[in-house]
């Protein structure tokens, strides 16, 4: 439900700003209007081109004591994300990156920006944060080198590339000198590719390859449009109103065009194997199991029958061998009668007994060479015996 919006600021109440606030400061004149918030007055002042001579203290982190060392060890140790620990704490996920990265500053062997009294930066300070933004280092190298806010980084960065456009000098570099990460900035073009991509029923992975935008921002970028779709009661390809995938994405191994899925099912009616159909299309033997076990239903509803598939007569062959009953020829098998039917075939002697009366030559004793028999021995080319080797 969207907050109520805060009523207008009256004559009455923006005399007593302009009087107030340059010598009192936020203070003095949240004391003289209660009814306005300390980022009500901070706007309207900025609004009306107010100064003051007042400098408030910068704001404390969130996180301090027991709770920033915990979220210290959720970070370094078990791996989790701002965001992921700013739920856990109970905060916004900026304000657990700027308590964690500010304590991190110091213990990983940076020097933080030089602060004055009130915890502002001072011009030395604000020159080497300046020098990060010229060398084009990421928002969050910044903040663990200099040990400053994702806001402080964000307002002078946007205030030196106001004041390079001034003098006419080259803009900043882009953060991270150009390259793809999660964190980057998108432009709203990039933006709309992605979506694009995303409703032609590609996966993120294959957005992430197309586009070069990170796999973390496509996540979040296909979560707003899955909200935006679902408001209006539509979803993904092959996804619910959640985003939940429920069939296969576009240039997946288990994708399947509709058009082979209609000539897959016209080859199954026909009574041609489910292997035989799926390397006609090109397919694997796997997803048509898998698609086939639904377009069935529909058929049942006309009440007809699935025929088995037609088999050649070699698999015929291979099935009724796998069938037969253990020492039994296939001919005792073959035709429509079992073998039960002709009584007068008996079954032949196992394979073992018959491997039992064949002459074998005498073993040697150990330690002497193996010698074929004379009956045994075979012969080369040039009519000489072949005996084998002596074992060693």
């Known amino acids: 439900m969207p907050r109520a919006k805060s009523p207008a600021w009256t004559s009455e109440e923006r005399a007593v700003l302009i009087e107030l606030y340059p010598a009192l400061g936020l203070n003095g004149v949240a004391d003289a209007l209660p009814d306005r918030s300390w980022q009500a007055i901070y706007v309207m002042a900025n609004k009306l081109g107010l100064r003051t001579v007042c400098t408030a203290k910068a704001p404390e982190p969130k996180l301090q004591g027991q709770r920033l060392e915990e979220a210290i060890r959720l970070r370094e140790v ?22 964690v990265l500010i304590a991190l500053c110091p213990r990983k062997g940076f020097r933080p920006a030089e602060r004055d009294a009130t915890g502002r930066l001072t011009p030395e300070g604000l020159e080497r944060l300046r020098y ?35 003098r006419d000098k080259a803009p900043l570099p882009p953060p991270g000198a150009g390259a ?10 990039k933006k709309r590719e992605v979506e694009g991509l995303l409703l032609e029923g590609f996966g993120a992975k294959r957005v992430t390859a197309q586009t070069g935008v990170s796999n973390t921002t496509v996540g979040r970028i296909r979560n707003r449009l899955v909200k935006r779709l679902a408001r209006k009661g539509e979803c993904l390809p092959g996804c619910d109103l959640a985003g ?20 897959l099912r016209e080859r199954l009616l026909a009574r041609e194997p489910v292997a035989r159909a799926a390397r006609r299309w090109g397919l694997a033997v ?3 199991i898998a ?35 253990h020492g039994f020829p296939l001919a005792c098998c073959a035709g429509s009668g079992s073998w039960l039917q002709k009584s007068d075939q008996t079954p032949p002697k196992h394979r073992s007994s018959r491997k039992s009366q064949r002459i074998r030559p005498p073993r040697s004793p150990p330690g002497k060479p193996k010698l074929l028999a ?13 005996v084998p080797r002596s074992s060693p």
């Open 374 to 386: 004379p009956s045994l021995s075979r012969s080369n080319s040039n009519g000489c015996a072949m």
């Open 78 to 99: 078990e791996g989790w994300s701002f965001a992921r620990i700013g739920a856990h704490m109970g905060v916004a996920e900026a304000s657990a990156c700027n308590a």
């Open 291 to 325: 698609s086939g076990i639904s377009w069935p239903l529909s058929w049942r509803r006309r009440e007809k029958h699935f025929q088995p598939p037609t088999v050649s007569g070699a698999a015929r062959k291979r099935a009724a061998w796998r069938a037969r009953p």
């Open 132 to 166: 990060a933004l010229r060398k084009g280092m990421k928002g969050l190298d910044i903040q663990l080198r200099l040990g400053v806010s994702a806001s402080c980084v964000a307002e002078q960065r946007r205030r030196y590339q106001a004041d390079l456009k001034a």
């Open 180 to 189: 793809a990460y999660s964190g980057v900035k998108v432009a709203v073009a």
């Open 244 to 263: 939940r995938r429920i069939g296969a994405a576009k240039a997946s191994t288990n994708y399947i065009p509709p058009e082979s899925i209609t000539a």
């Open 286 to 288: 796997v997803p048509p």
